[in-house]
């Protein structure tokens, strides 16, 4: 089991930045591949962005790339999604998710829900116009 913890949303005015982390613990961190989804009210969740247990391969939406870097410490057993020059349309609950890749011998990232076994809570987000 791994367990899953996002932090740093907020209400934030468009054009603004926020750092979302989500700390894990529980299991060997380094062995997971990690992701971002979001959903906002009405929609279905959606991925945001994705890395490889490395952090090596790395991929994004394509509304979000350019303006937004995800990242990992796998020492500090945590991940993060900076995200600038937000938009109102940015604004959803945002999920941290996990899938374990021990025994995958490619160090790749995961762009489906359906392929990540553990998932936060979520953080909201919201962007003012």
């Known amino acids: 089991q791994v367990q899953l913890v996002e932090s740093g949303g907020g209400l934030v005015q468009a054009g603004g930045s926020l750092r979302l982390s989500c700390a894990a613990s529980?299991?060997?961190?380094?062995?997971?591949?990690m992701g971002w989804f979001r959903q906002a009210p009405g929609k279905e969740r959606e991925f945001v962005a994705a890395l490889s247990r490395s952090g090596d391969s790395i991929t994004y939406q394509d509304s979000v790339k350019g303006r937004s870097t995800i990242s990992r410490d796998n020492a500090k057993n945590t991940v993060y999604l900076q995200m600038n020059s937000l938009k109102p349309d940015d604004t959803a609950v945002y999920y941290c998710?996990?899938?374990?890749?021990?025994?995958?011998?490619?160090?790749?990232?995961?762009?489906?829900?359906?392929?990540?076994?553990?998932w936060g809570r979520g953080t909201q987000v919201t962007v003012s116009s």
């Open positions: 529980g299991r060997t961190f380094s062995t997971f591949a």
């Open positions: 998710a996990a899938r374990e890749s021990l025994f995958i011998k490619r160090d790749w990232y995961y762009t489906d829900h359906s392929d990540y076994g553990y």
